[in-house]
């Protein structure tokens, strides 16, 4: 399993913690943002193929932000893909 750490961009939140065995993930943390909205987001991404959580969160707006915390964890997420 390896840990990786993404410093977030234009969001509320500040930094997201992934966990990933291979390319399942396995645990994610966010630092600061909507608490409870991002703990179910983070409930729901668990066991689920990296890349199909990509696919489906990736290009997700807040408001009039051009990202948003879904569209950070999708940033993440291929950022620590692309380490492995």
Do not use: H, W
Not at 29 to 56: E, R
Not at 60 to 82: R, Y
């Amino acid at each position: 399993m390896s840990n990786y750490k993404y410093k977030t961009r234009g969001t509320c939140s500040s930094m997201i913690e992934t966990e990933l065995d291979g390319d399942t993930i396995v645990s994610v943390k966010f630092y600061g943002g909507c608490d409870g909205n991002l703990k179910g987001i983070s409930k729901l991404v668990v066991g689920m193929n990296a890349q199909d959580v990509i696919g489906l969160l990736e290009g997700t707006k807040c408001g009039f932000k051009n990202t948003s915390c879904p569209d950070q964890l999708a940033k993440a997420l291929k950022q620590a893909l692309n380490k492995e």
